[in-house]
Each structure stands twice: as C-alpha cells, then as structure tokens.
C-alpha cells in the first residue's frame, strides 16, 4: 500500500513558478507511476501529468506541455511537479495519484493524496 502527501501549494503571481511534491510511504514506491491531477471548483478532476515507473517515461496534458515537468527520486519516495509560466487557469487543487501504470484517467490509479491548492494571480 501507498500513502501519498502533497505539499508546496501556495498563491503564486502569473508567469511565477512553484514545484509540487508528493512524499509516498511504501516499500515498492519505485514500482509505481505516478500522477498530477487537478480539479478546480465545479469542474472534474482533469490529468496534469504522469511518469512511469520502468523507463521513466513522462506524459502531459496539452495545456501544460512544455511548461510544467514531472519527475521523481525514488531514493526520497517523492514525486515531483515544477510547474513554470503559471497562469490563472491553472488554479486548482492538485493531487498526486500512483497506480500501477501511467494513465490519463483517474480511475487508473489505486492511492490518492489529500491535495495542495495552487492559486495563480493575474
């Protein structure tokens, strides 16, 4: 089992940066992926990112390719988010999820964290 806690949330100006972690407990944290979800008010949780657990392979949603990039140090169990060139419309909660391969649909993942609220600013 995986126990996953999100941190590094903040309000943050446009154009700003802030980098997401997710601390998981569990002896085989290396052999799962791992995702970023978000969900703003009144709208579903959308995929942000995910990251394998075999060649380290990463995926993005089209809305934050090439400004934000997964990564992960399996020797510290944390999952990483940077997200760079924020902008209003990526505030939300977000969430790290690990499941047992990369997807960009949230039932595909079997452990969720409580999330971190990222405001964005104009």
Known sequence: ??????????????GGSLRLSCAASGRTFSRYAMGWFRQAPGKEREFVAAISWSDGSTYYADSVKGRFTISRDNAKNTVYLQMNS???EDTAVYYCAAGRSPSRLAFGYDYWGQGTQVTVSS
């Open 86 to 88: 924020l902008k209003p």
């Open 1 to 14: 089992q995986v126990q996953l806690v999100e941190s590094g949330g903040g309000l943050v100006q446009a």
